[in-house]
């Protein structure tokens, strides 16, 4: 079943650093038929936090290959590019 990892980030430190994050990111997707469907862009708050970031949602075959992305050595040696420049709130969520 369809999985999506749901990312809200919110930048605190070197933009440099995310805007590489950002630019190396992508590659490591694909490997596990990961694929952007949300990358930032305008976000309309209809509740909760005024100034939620960007929001990211990337679709995935299954939650086995999201989380397989997200702990694999490619993915890993860029992660910390956001997790050091950036407050992240990340989830994987399965579709219906």
């Given amino acids: 079943m369809t999985a999506y990892m749901i ?46 970031g960007r929001i990211v949602v990337v679709e995935f075959p299954d939650a086995a290959s999201a989380r397989a992305w997200n702990d694999s050595p490619e993915y890993r040696r860029i992660a910390p590019l956001r997790i050091h420049n950036a407050d992240s709130d990340r989830l994987i969520v399965t579709g219906v």
């Fill in 7 to 52: 990312a809200k980030v919110k930048a605190t430190g070197d933009e440099a650093e995310l805007a590489e994050y950002r630019a190396r990111v992508e590659a490591t997707l694909e490997p596990y038929g990961g694929r952007y469907l949300v990358r930032g862009g305008p976000v309309e708050v209809l509740e909760g936090d005024p100034e939620p």
